[in-house]
């Protein structure tokens, strides 16, 4: 309804399968997936006849929303609606559906079970992402540029070098989000506050123990359970699982932001790829603005904020629960995953498509490279006899010199100058200062291990 509040998560960012698994849909069927699965393990107890959870099964799919708010607003609880809708629908085994459980049996197994989903599909992007990342590195790894720190010009370095920065520590999210997700735990079926006694109770008498009927259910789920439990699984899982996407949101906001440095004016050695009819400013048209990498910057600094209510959540969940997680969780965990999806696709076509201008690469090499090769004239006239101290202020008198000339938009002198310099000539042959003023080839083992990090991204990365 356009009349009313619409979340952009609903529409605007993330892909149809992120929303898809945060669909209250999708909550419901796998509630209602839960609930067969508990009906099953009743009928091997024999508690629940073979018809009666046939009937569940047969109508686990027939989700009914309209009727299900009916309800809701009727008794204010999603949980029962549910059940009551489901019931309606199932004429022979309606009256067993949720026997024995509490709502937390249900929702925070069917949270979890989301959880995972959304993780693989999260990990599947950032694979892409990062196969993306090898194929660049490999086209860039020779290609020299200035290395900037203090967002100063220092020494050279390759593109592909640079590159790899991002890539390594998304390889490193990547790993430990994979070892995170097969960690994930589901409450399993504990009852009220998590002693199991409701289903000991039901249970008396029968084959099954509390926990083999536990067993089976979660089974059936191909979920594994906390052993301890309360009411619901320990939030600090969902704090961990938040911190995890905060940590990853961290590495991919530092390359777009970086990649917005690039492409402003003065560095111009890169750029998000433009659509040819892309408008930039409402108000100047002439405008390319980095508009995707902004985005991913913003909806990362949205997820940074969000593991601070998951840790609220698990720190102030007092004794065996309270509700005031519940609220918030219904946003938190669903916004966390579309808004994660939406920068990973975005990056993934940043990367794709980034332009990379090799031109501007030069000429800043050509302004700021004679500053990073005065070290290996350092180096090499002090090997030859030289005063490290008194060379190298004659090599910082020299640089104020040439950054006087490149403010007034002149060409860098630097070179000409120690050329020019009795005190460099007396150590180094003229053709030997003019081979290390030449720092295009300064760039140490960058090449080499900007290659071996493509390698060892594409061995990790099994698509």
């Known amino acids: 309804m356009n009349d009313e509040y619409g979340s952009p998560f609903s529409s605007r960012y993330g892909s149809s399968e992120m929303r ?30 073979a018809e009666q959870a046939a009937d569940l099964r047969a109508h686990a799919e027939e989700i009914n929303i309209p ?31 949720h026997w024995g459980a509490t709502s937390a049996d249900i929702t925070d197994n069917a949270d979890v079970l989301r ?23 490999e086209q860039t790894r020779d290609l020299p540029c200035m290395a900037y720190t203090h967002l ?16 390594q520590d998304l390889l490193t999210h990547y790993e430990s989000l994979k070892a995170l997700r097969a960690n994930l735990r589901g409450k399993g079926l504990k009852g009220a506050v998590g002693t199991q006694a409701s289903y000991g109770e039901i249970l008396a008498g029968t084959p099954l123990s509390p926990g083999e009927l536990e067993s089976k259910v979660m089974s059936a789920l191909g979920l594994p359970a906390f052993a301890i439990a309360t009411q619901t699984y320990p939030r600090v899982q969902d704090y961990t699982l938040l911190a995890a996407l905060s940590g990853l949101a961290a590495s991919l906001h530092k390359f777009a932001f970086d990649l917005r440095i690039m492409q402003s004016a003065g560095f111009g050695e890169a750029a998000e790829p433009s659509g040819e009819k892309q408008v930039g400013s409402s108000a100047m048209p002439f405008k390319r603005n980095p508009v995707n990498a902004e985005k991913i910057c913003s909806l990362a600094r949205y997820i940074a904020a969000l593991p601070q209510v998951a840790w609220g959540n698990a720190a102030e969940s007092l004794l065996e629960r309270t509700l005031d997680d519940s609220a918030n969780r219904r946003t938190i965990l669903p916004e966390a995953f579309i808004a994660m999806d939406e920068i990973l696709i975005t990056a993934k076509r940043i990367v794709e498509g980034m332009r990379i201008d090799e031109g501007a690469c030069a000429r800043n090499f050509e302004k ?46 630097l070179a000409n100058l120690i050329a020019a310099d009795q005190q460099f000539l007396h150590y180094l042959q003229p053709n030997r200062l003019k081979v290390l003023m030449e720092a295009r080839e300064y760039v140490g083992t960058a090449k080499e291990r900007a290659g071996l990090a493509a390698v060892t991204i594409r061995q990790t990365i099994k698509m």
């Open 67 to 97: 009727r299900a708010l009916e309800i809701e607003k009727e008794i204010g609880h999603d949980v029962m609606a549910e059940v009551r809708t489901y019931a309606e629908q199932c004429p022979k085994g309606g009256g067993i559906i």
């Open 368 to 413: 700021y490279g004679p500053f990073a090769a005065t070290e290996r004239v350092l180096m090499a006239a002090v090997k030859a006899g030289g005063d490290r101290q008194r060379l190298h202020e004659r090599l910082r008198e020299h640089s104020l010199k040439a950054w006087e000339a490149i403010r007034a938009d002149k060409p860098n002198p």
């Open 20 to 49: 898809a698994l945060w669909s209250d849909e999708r909550r419901r069927k796998l509630w209602r997936r839960i609930w067969v699965a508990l009906a099953e393990a009743q009928r091997e107890s024999g508690l629940v006849t």
């Open 115 to 137: 959880q995972r989903e959304a993780l693989a599909l999260t990990l599947d992007r950032l694979g892409k992402l990062l196969l993306a990342f090898a194929t660049r590195i």
């Open 152 to 167: 100063q010009p220092a020494e050279p370095t390759t593109f592909g070098y640079r590159l790899a920065v991002y890539a």
